[in-house]
């Protein structure tokens, strides 16, 4: 497929195709060895992060009750948490370009499970406000990312599969960190678990480690890029790094990716997946104060939601293997995966007994399952692998700012009709509207195009237009206007 020209990229765009072209010379041995390692890293911090999703509604819930907080600041606690986690996650690519994977990595481990045990010292809920919704949730989506982003230089024919493996943590962790987070809260109580939940968190700096940089592990790495083109990029480069600090590179790269938002395939793709995520989240949440409202009790709930996460695990695996055909596009199955939940949310609100339920519950699980595991791969297959970072860093703006106004929507409408089947409904709208959105990539690429090509044409004109003034300023010297800026500038 043809990529669009995205003109925030022009400055490194000769620097970034010669380090595609390497990478696609030496696929012979990036799909061996230490990128199944990175994998297992990978892997890991994916189940771990899944801790903080699991413990709040086990272990936060029930010390949230015994200090008797309000249900409204309860539910704020969570979702600032998770909106404080994609809006730092924007930083994501400017801090990877800047520092790299593995020290990214680590020190989000750092602040991940510095949250859980400042949060075992908790005595009120604004302190808990603080320790898990800002430090534990602003290192969430950078760990996830920073996992993510790895994985997909160390491989190319089994790039699929070797992402859905390390997303597939989070589907385990769903299953098996919440009978372990039940068992340590009886054991131990709430300061206890929260306590050995900052130890387990800590094995995230661990998995970090093993995040090396591709060209440690590549064969013939210094026959890198030849020409002259990388000379005169690495220079600039050189330069720029040289007269800047870090800090203000890091600015300077998160400003410019917010020059994306003017390609139209950049911004469908990035708001595509942030729209998807945000309403999965909202369904999650609002799921189990539905079935209470409907009769059914806390077991129930929980019974249903296990099994959402038990699907979820099973369609990650499953579109691992079937992403790896390589005629299967990855748009496509995306898109199926977000009305294949959009109909099964429809089918949640109809049943009335627990087997209805726990049977649509179990299909959103898996429809999430097969949309979350193909976000990276759907901005390599549609933008390409350079691409990969900047977007992933628009799109955790994009579902920051989405949870943020679908959240209070969702609790609004609920208010106002009396029932949570309305907000569910609503959520209905807005898988379809998301699905329909993916439908428009086709439209905007070819809007990028023709964008593109009325660029250079414009551009193509100038130089033209220029190459002539000049001819004739040459041609005939003294018909030249000695006080004209203009042909003193082209005179020099």
């Not at 791969?377 to 799109?395: K, T």
């Amino acid at each position: 497929m043809t990529k669009p020209v995205i003109g925030v990229c022009e400055v490194n765009t000769n620097l970034q195709d010669a380090l595609e072209s390497v990478g696609k010379t030496k696929s012979n041995n990036s799909d061996e060895g230490w990128g199944w390692v990175v994998t297992f890293g990978g892997f890991t911090i994916s189940w771990i992060m899944s801790i903080a999703m699991v413990s709040f509604g086990v272990v936060y819930s029930t010390f949230l009750q015994d200090i008797r907080t309000s249900g409204t600041l309860s539910a704020w606690i969570y979702t600032i948490a998770m909106v404080n986690a994609n809006i730092v996650g924007y930083m994501f690519g400017p801090l990877v370009d800047e520092l790299g994977w593995r020290t990214v990595a680590f020190v989000s481990g750092l602040l991940y499970a510095a949250g859980f045990i400042m949060s075992a010292f908790s005595t009120t809920a604004w302190f808990l406000l603080f320790s898990f919704s800002f430090v534990t949730g602003s290192s969430i989506r950078i760990l996830l990312d920073s996992a993510t982003l790895v994985i997909t230089h160390y491989f190319t024919s089994w790039r699929t599969l070797a992402i859905s493996i390390a997303l597939s943590g989070i589907g385990v962790g769903q299953m098996v960190m919440a009978p372990v987070i039940t068992m340590l809260l009886e054991e131990y109580g709430f300061r206890g678990a929260t306590l050995i939940l900052g130890g387990i968190a800590l094995n995230c700096c661990v998995a970090a480690m093993v995040f090396h940089p591709v060209e440690w592990h590549r064969k013939n790495s210094h026959t890198i890029i030849t020409g002259d083109s990388k000379k005169e990029e690495t220079t600039v480069i050189t330069t720029k790094r040289g007269e800047e600090s870090c800090l203000r590179r890091i600015l300077r790269i998160a400003l410019t990716n917010m020059k994306m938002f003017k390609s139209s395939s950049v911004s469908i793709v990035a708001s595509k997946m942030a729209l998807s995520v945000s309403v999965f989240f909202n369904v999650f949440t609002t799921v189990p104060f539905a079935m209470q409202q409907e009769g059914f009790g806390a077991r129930e709930s929980s019974f249903c939601i296990l099994v959402a996460g038990g699907c979820n695990l099973g369609a990650r695996v499953l579109t691992a293997f079937l992403s790896c055909c390589p005629k299967l596009r990855v748009r496509i199955v995306f898109t199926c995966g977000v009305f294949l939940a959009a109909i099964a949310l429809i089918g949640f609100n109809v049943a009335e007994n627990l087997i209805g339920k726990c049977t649509a519950l179990g299909l959103i699980g898996a429809s999430y399952g097969m949309t979350a595991s193909l976000y990276s791969l759907l901005i390599i297959d549609e933008l390409g692998l350079h691409m990969l970072s900047s977007v992933l860093s628009i799109n955790s703006l994009l579902t920051g700012i989405y949870i943020l106004i679908i959240g209070p929507l969702v609790g609004m409408i609920r208010d106002l009709s009396g029932s949570y089947v309305a907000s569910l409904y609503f959520c209905v709208v807005v898988f379809l509207l998301c699905g329909v959105h993916g439908l428009l990539i086709p439209a905007a690429f070819v809007m990028d195009q023709h964008r593109d090509t009325a660029h250079h044409q414009k551009a193509s004109h100038h130089q033209h237009t220029e190459h002539m003034a000049v001819q004739d300023i040459l041609q005939h010297p003294q018909q030249t206007t000695s006080g004209d800026p203009y042909q003193q500038r082209i005179r020099q």
